[in-house]
């Protein structure tokens, strides 16, 4: 049976967000500059680009199989659409969907086969919601559905550990070894938290 499988905030091609969010990619000299506390006025090489787009989408044809359906929540690319075209057609994955993003620009949809600013989705029974942004309310979320999400480049992970029935996750690179989180894994990330919420749910009577 085809796999659904989630990530955000790849950024192909924006060398800045490297830079920024630190990571794995860049060389050593421009390490070092960050190391240095030098964050401003110089641009990744070309090189670190290519390096860092050449992961993010290896790691995508690895886990995910032509028949799976991918849903990207947001920040895909950063670039002209005929580079997001060429970025996206080497993805071997035939149903990619997304959930736009502010850096996604809105010539991008002939690319994937939906697109939503944010929405429900059903998957063997479970509901949930898809946001490029992180919420803390969403639609059913007193009975039970998922909250998915991206932007923040792992911030909230903490937050979101701390609060252990809260069934909300970032599936950004940043936040899943840069790599797309099955729905498989997803549920078992879920499950302690779902029987945390439903306990806590009890509480509250009727």
């Known amino acids: 049976m085809p796999e659904l499988w989630f990530t955000a905030d790849l950024h192909l091609g924006h060398g800045n967000i490297i830079k920024y969010c630190q990571r794995p ?6 390490k070092d500059r960050l190391g240095e506390g030098d964050r401003a006025g110089w641009s ?4 670190t680009v290519v390096r860092h787009d050449n992961a993010l989408i290896d790691a995508i044809n690895e886990r995910v199989s032509e028949k799976d359906t991918l849903w990207i929540l947001g920040d895909f690319s950063l670039c002209s659409f005929e580079e997001a075209e060429a970025y996206r057609n080497r993805i071997t ?43 803390r309310s969403w639609d ?6 998922w909250h998915l999400y991206g932007h923040v480049h792992s911030r909230l992970q903490e937050e979101d550990a701390r609060n ?36 806590w749910k009890e509480t509250l009577g009727d």
């Open 164 to 199: 252990s029935r809260a069934l909300t996750r970032d599936v950004g690179v940043d936040a899943t070894d840069y790599a797309p989180v099955s729905f498989t894994e997803m549920a078992q990330y879920m499950k302690p938290r779902e029987k945390e919420f439903w306990a």
């Open 93 to 135: 994955c035939r149903h990619v969907n997304l959930v736009w993003g502010n850096h996604d620009l809105p010539g991008y949809e002939p690319l994937f086969e939906k697109t939503m600013q944010q929405g429900m989705v059903k998957h063997e029974g479970q509901k949930i919601w898809l946001n490029h942004y992180p919420m």
């Open 25 to 30: 990619f860049l060389n050593a000299k421009e």
């Open 44 to 47: 990744v090489s070309r090189e």
């Open 140 to 145: 059913k979320s007193f009975h039970g559905s």
